[in-house]
């Protein structure tokens, strides 16, 4: 009988599996325990501990920083074949935690941008090991179930950080990033004591310098293919869409939906639930519904994954797409609670429906001896995705949708009045509730805008991506007669 893990079961993984399994749940843990909070912690009340800046200020923080965690991953994957995955890994754990722990600690826009991209180059050294780890601990019989094994440990890990760090700030800011660092200390003792190093595939009479160059000659290589190039720019839209969900819906949703509608439904019909979501205000906070992405891919990934398979990678990306913009663009055109739950869920079938789908492609289109080069190369898109989706976020945001300049420019056009007048102010002085300042400054400015823009540029994407895919099977068939 064969002793060897190629019957993919649970118990035929090697012991790194697991450990890489786990290094990255706590990692995810600690990521997205900040990363889900982190729009409204940039921009909220200084009264509330948060930093008080602007949208713009916002934007540029998280989306130039996080491009940079993108695009690292090329040049820290090859230097871990280098240099060891062990020991890369734990100067990671090392940078990680203490980054984290100093992000809580620093208010200036500069510093929170110096210590946030600390962070990224942490990030960027875990995450391409992580990844090779688990692709060298598994083999072809097997591989399918462990990649689906590890996404749903990121996701595990995206909904408890989240849910422990919104629990966590409203008791006090700092906790948050105490977490997320104590996540990584974990992490650090987990690979001191379990991990083992995989076989590497990097040459060590190569310096460090001719490492780096390699690796952009390789990207430089890729993207030479221009059907290839012309399928991430592609990409780059879809992704600039879909980050929108993380650096505006959480603001949004804190400065335009009543939750309360919400968690009053839940504390009538699950009152467990109700008490383990809401808050002692008796609201539910912006991080914890944005994290139902997760819970949605956790719980229908499998599902939609059979559904999607029947379909071709082009086919299945454009339908997800679509239906993934039309969520996002659903929960910008809403303070109805109800339906931002309902359009998270559209928007997380579309997600489950296009991402996976993306690597299924790009394995089919490489040369079969690129393909690992090809492979890599998916971060450009991502990263790009981020930089631009900074700026809306920002700008873009800020004049449209943020709540803060909609209500200093209807005192200054509906009231005539001038100067820094906060909203607590004005509804003492005016008798006024909440509700309806709300709806007030919805129909003088209709922030809703920002999601047509959205909707706009998604469909735009996918359309491009239709067409791209016209082409490419029409010069297919061409090819083959």
Not at 82 to 87: A, S
Not at 173 to 185: C, G, H, Y
Not at 218 to 226: C, H, Q, V
Not at 370 to 390: D, E, H, R, S
């Amino acid at each position: 009988m064969n002793k060897n893990k190629s019957d993919g079961s649970f118990l035929r993984f090697p012991r790194v599996f697991w450990t890489a399994n786990t290094l990255e749940l706590f990692e995810r843990w600690a990521y997205y325990g900040i990363f889900n909070l982190l729009a409204l912690y940039l921009t909220g009340t200084t009264e509330s501990g948060a930093l008080g800046f602007t949208q713009v200020q916002k934007g540029l923080i998280m989306g130039i920083v996080n491009a940079i965690l993108y695009f690292l991953p090329i040049i820290t994957g090859a230097i871990a074949d280098k240099l060891g995955y062990k020991k890369v890994l734990i100067t990671a754990f090392l940078v990680l935690s203490s980054g984290y722990y100093l992000m809580g600690k620093v208010s200036s826009f500069p510093a929170v941008f110096i210590t946030f991209f600390y962070v990224a180059i942490g990030a960027a050294m875990f995450k391409p090991i992580i990844s090779a780890t688990v692709a060298k601990s598994t083999n072809e019989k097997n591989a399918s179930l462990g990649f689906g094994i590890f996404y749903m440990m990121v996701n595990i890990g995206g909904l408890l950080g989240p849910y422990m760090g919104s629990e966590l700030r409203e008791i006090n800011w700092d906790l948050v990033f105490i977490m997320s660092s104590s996540a990584i200390l974990v992490n650090l003792v987990l690979c001191l004591l379990f991990y083992k190093e995989p076989g590497r595939d990097g040459n060590k009479k190569e310096g460090i310098g001719k490492i780096i160059k390699n690796s952009f000659s390789n990207l430089i290589y890729a993207l030479s293919d221009f059907r290839f190039l012309l399928f991430l720019l592609i990409l780059t839209g879809a992704w600039t869409v879909y980050w929108q969900y993380f650096y505006s819906l959480p603001v949004f949703i804190d400065q335009w939906n009543d939750t309360s509608l919400l968690y009053r439904y839940l504390l009538e019909h699950t009152p467990g639930i109700a008490h383990s979501v809401g808050t002692a205000n008796g609201i539910i906070n912006a991080e914890k519904i944005i994290t139902l992405d997760a819970f949605f891919i956790v719980a229908f990934q499998i599902l939609i994954s059979t559904i999607v398979k029947r379909f071709k990678p082009l086919s299945a990306m454009i339908g997800g797409m679509l239906v993934n913009t039309i969520g996002l663009y659903l929960s910008f055109t809403t303070q109805n609670p109800f339906i931002l739950v309902l359009s998270i869920f559209i928007f997380g079938i579309g997600e489950m429906s296009y991402s996976p789908k993306i690597l299924e492609y790009i394995g089919s289109i490489a040369p079969k001896d690129k393909a690992a080069l090809y492979m890599g190369t998916q971060f450009v898109p991502i990263a790009f995705g981020n930089f631009i989706g900074g700026f809306i976020s920002g700008g873009l945001y800020q004049n449209l949708a943020d709540k803060k300049t909609i209500f200093a420019r209807y005192l200054l056009e509906e009231k005539g009045i001038s100067g820094d007048m906060k909203f607590d102010q004005y509804l003492s002085l005016t008798g006024m509730k909440a509700s309806e300042l709300n709806n007030i400054l919805w129909n003088f400015s209709h922030p809703e805008k920002f999601g047509m823009i959205l909707l706009v540029m998604g469909i735009a994407t996918a359309v491009i991506l239709g067409i791209y895919n016209f082409f490419t099977q029409h010069n297919k068939r061409k090819g083959a007669e």
